[in-house]
């Protein structure tokens, strides 16, 4: 059973940076891509960016530029590096790991917070 564990949210002021790191336990060779998800506020929950077993790598236009996804094989672990933050990222940040067989798992999601 493969379980996405999600970390490094928080409160940072416009401007800031922020690291979110997420783990996923098991095996993982179904794996299609991974990816994160945010939702904001009376918002549905959108596409942030996502990576695939390759290394290739898609954003949405609202952080090209600003965010960076990497990944650690070794480790199992995606990372979502978050610089030059405006209030609107502000929004729970989910881990998503999109399967050939057995549908999306996601993690339980973390906060972030931008404001002064």
């Known amino acids: 059973q493969v379980q996405l564990v999600e970390s490094g949210g928080g409160l940072v002021q416009p401007g800031g940076s922020l690291r979110l790191s997420c783990a996923a336990s098991?095996?993982?060779?179904?794996?299609?891509?991974m990816g994160w998800y945010r939702q904001g506020p009376g918002k549905k929950r959108e596409l942030v960016a996502r990576?695939?077993?390759?290394?290739?790598?898609d954003y949405s236009n609202s952080v090209k530029g600003r965010f960076t996804i990497s990944r650690d094989n070794a480790k199992n672990t995606v990372y979502l590096q978050m610089n030059s933050l405006k209030s609107e990222d502000t929004a729970v940040y989910y881990c998503?790991?999109?399967?050939?067989?057995?549908?999306?798992?996601w993690g339980q999601g973390t906060q972030v917070i931008v404001s002064s």
């Open positions: 098991g095996s993982n060779s179904n794996v299609i891509n």
């Open positions: 998503n790991m999109a399967r050939f067989t057995g549908g999306d798992l």
């Open positions: 990576i695939t077993s390759g290394g290739n790598t």
